[in-house]
């Protein structure tokens, strides 16, 4: 899906993001994957390939999972996505240990649905700021970031994730 984001226009980027990959908005229940590409961004055919097998596994990870409602289950979600779709980190690894702790720090609390602290942990100061919740001192998508470093420590297997029950 082309998304505008040109010039501050209709489209808030971190909010419709998030909305497909979080909300349980009927859209979701349609089974459709909607990989979203942005005018503002130059892309590739790898990036668009990527995005497109990220959101093909999102949706059989939420059929499977149900919908990532706590921090700890958006970075489960968004780790075995990014692995999936054969993401690499981005963000230096400076910053991503600076992020990890900051970001398990707010575990306790959006354990609860906090979604506006797992919303800022997942899209960092820039987008919490462009949503209107508060920053943290967070790089930008750094809960994206810390799910893949994650995962990928971690060995996750993607497609095992999908055939596990899900919990209670």
């Known amino acids: 899906m082309l998304m505008d984001d040109v010039m501050g226009g209709w489209t808030n980027r971190y909010i419709s993001e998030a909305e497909d990959r979080f909300s349980d908005a009927p859209v979701a229940h ?13 892309t590739t055919a790898a990036a668009v390939r990527a995005e497109m097998l990220g ?22 979600q968004e780790g075995h996505t990014a692995v999936f779709a054969g993401r ?3 963000l230096p690894t400076k910053e991503l240990i600076r992020a990890r702790p900051i970001i398990r720090d707010y575990f306790a609390a959006a ?20 949503a209107g919740y508060p920053a943290l001192g ?31």
């Open 138 to 168: 967070l790089p930008t998508r750094a809960g994206f970031e810390v799910a893949l470093a994650d995962a990928l420590e971690g060995g996750v297997d993607p497609v095992a994730a999908l055939l596990e029950m899900p919990a209670g």
């Open 30 to 42: 349609r089974r459709i994957a909607r990989g979203m590409v942005w005018t503002s961004e130059a």
């Open 111 to 130: 354990d609860k649905d906090d979604y506006p602290v797992a919303f800022a942990c997942m899209y960092g100061d820039e987008g919490s700021i462009a």
């Open 88 to 90: 690499t980190p981005a």
């Open 55 to 76: 959101a093909i596994f999102r949706v059989a990870y939420k059929d499977r999972h149900r919908r990532a409602a706590t921090l700890r289950a958006m970075l489960d």
